[in-house]
């Protein structure tokens, strides 16, 4: 079958890849669409450390193939949105519903695949970029049939990680400011979020003025192309702040920009060796600097709901999907989101 591999040097398209048969509490599943989301390309270019060979690709939607024993919850020919967090379900993080604290559920990758005899490494514990998938249980969550799968994808990452931030890690709350540095992907589910939970200003940020009618087709109620103009809408900051981008500049910005009692949330991605600073004095009109891993989120409950906020209208997905690619087109779509010409590109298998 198909799937995109990088072996550490090289990132291809291949057609010999396989994947095993799924074990007890796993899924297979046949990927219909997957996003492509910068965190693949961060393991490309180092940003990410993760071993290698891996099949990339965490964003996925798909038919259940096959299911292992002890499976109920989900059967073979049912549409599903894949998550990237494999929690064990069963550790006190998970069973205090915060599965995305689960030891289980980050770096213990597994190698589920073989490609010309060798093991290949899954990445996110999901590796949608491939023709099948095999996942743990937990990950695979039904979705109703008449969700367009391409849709349905980016629930898994993009969706969750920046609707999930403002709902469940800054819980913001009617009338209260946003401020949100960077719009792809991550960046528009946190001005959408905003949006649905009731903010009364959502101040969008982000060099390319190309980006300012989208940001406000989700919800932003001023754009701005730099964050000098931030205090003229807030003149007394924000009550949240979200970096979307993971550049540490970025982030010591947001945090200046807080209002008193207001927390800065890093959602952005930089190197794994870098330093952020502030000033200390700062923080103590009770200001937060608050990670935020996979949007706090709680996939089988999450997932089904925004489900249901599509359904309703409240929720955009069709509008993320800037364009879709064929699985062999792949590098258009690298060149593509490298160039941030897509808030999000999604292969078609």
């Known amino acids: 079958m198909r799937g995109v591999v990088f072996d550490g040097k090289r990132l291809e ?5 396989e994947v095993r048969e799924p074990g007890p509490g796993e899924v297979q599943v046949a990927i219909s669409a ?6 693949d390309l961060s393991v490309v270019d180092g940003t990410i450390p993760f071993p290698v060979p891996v099949v990339l690709g965490h964003e996925g939607a798909g038919v259940v193939e096959a299911v292992g024993a002890g499976v109920t919850h989900v059967g073979v020919g049912d549409h599903v949105a894949l998550s990237t967090l494999a929690n064990c379900g069963t550790c006190a993080e998970c069973d205090r519903g915060r599965p995305t604290m689960c030891r289980q559920a980050i770096g213990r990758p597994g190698r589920p695949f073989v490609q010309g005899g060798r093991p290949v490494y899954q990445f996110a514990s999901n590796s949608a970029f491939a023709e099948r998938t095999v996942v743990k249980a937990v990950q695979a969550v039904r979705i109703p049939e008449d969700i367009p799968l391409p849709a349905a994808a980016l629930i898994g990452c993009g969706v969750l990680t920046g609707v999930g931030a403002v709902l469940n890690r800054a819980r913001v709350d009617r009338g209260d400011s946003v401020l949100v540095i960077g719009t792809g992907g991550i960046g528009l589910n946190v001005i959408q979020g905003a949006r649905i939970a009731g903010a009364l200003r959502i101040v969008a940020v982000d060099a390319n003025p190309a980006k300012e009618a989208v940001a406000r087709q989700f919800g932003a109620t001023h754009f701005l192309t730099s964050t000098d103009g931030v205090k003229e809408i807030l003149p007394t900051g924000a009550d949240h702040a ?3 981008v993971g ?4 982030i010591r910005q947001a945090i200046d920009l807080l209002d008193r009692h207001g927390q800065a949330v890093l959602l952005g991605v930089p190197a794994a060796t870098a330093e952020a600073s502030f000033l200390v004095s700062s923080m103590y009109l009770d200001k937060s600097i608050l990670g935020c891993r996979y949007g706090s989120s709680r996939p089988q409950r999450d997932i ?6 599509y359904r309703e209208g409240r929720l955009l997905l069709d ?3 800037t364009e879709t690619y064929p699985i062999e087109d792949f590098e ?5 989101a ?4 897509v808030a999000r590109g999604v292969l078609m298998f």
């Open 338 to 341: 490298e160039a941030g010409r």
């Open 304 to 309: 089904a709901l925004y489900a249901d906020l």
């Open 247 to 250: 550049r540490v500049e970025l």
């Open 242 to 244: 979200f970096e979307c």
């Open 34 to 39: 997957a996003g492509l989301c910068h965190s």
């Open 319 to 321: 509008e993320l999907v």
């Open 332 to 336: 258009k779509a690298k060149a593509d």
């Open 13 to 17: 398209v291949v057609d010999d890849l």
